[in-house]
């Protein structure tokens, strides 16, 4: 049975920083896509990040130049890392991991086959 468990989450001040890990249990993220996706209050889920085996790593407009995603594979891990944190960013945050076709950045829930519970996230103005 494949878990993907999120932590890290809180409440964090405008302009702060937040580091949430994810932990991939049951099966190897090798050559798999591994992403962080967030749901705000009231709107639907929304990609924020991805990271390809081979290193690539890609981030949505809204994020781009302010979060990290890092993934470990030997340890089947995934980071995001948040700086400069807005209270847009507000939202429940979830890893997930996919399968992708060399060239691809999956982006759509419907590229990722595992997700996690969830974890929130606050930013207070």
């Known amino acids: 049975q494949v878990q993907l468990v999120e932590s890290g989450g809180g409440v964090v001040q405008t302009g702060g920083s937040l580091r949430l890990s994810c932990v991939v249990s049951?099966?190897?993220?090798?050559?798999?896509?591994m992403a962080w996706f967030r749901q705000a209050p009231g709107k639907e889920r929304e990609f924020v990040a991805g990271?390809?085996?081979?290193?690539?790593?890609y981030y949505s407009d809204s994020v781009e130049d302010r979060f990290s995603i890092i993934r470990d594979d030997a340890k089947s891990t995934v980071a995001l890392r948040m700086n400069s944190l807005k209270p847009e960013d507000t939202a429940v945050y979830f890893c997930?991991?996919?399968?992708?076709?060399?060239?691809?950045?999956?982006?759509?829930?419907?590229?990722?086959?595992?997700w996690g519970q969830g974890i929130r996230v606050t930013v207070s103005s």
């Open positions: 990271a390809k085996w081979t290193g690539l790593t």
């Open positions: 049951g099966r190897p993220v090798r050559n798999y896509a």
């Open positions: 997930a991991l996919g399968l992708a076709s060399p060239g691809s950045t999956p982006r759509l829930e419907r590229d990722f086959l595992d």
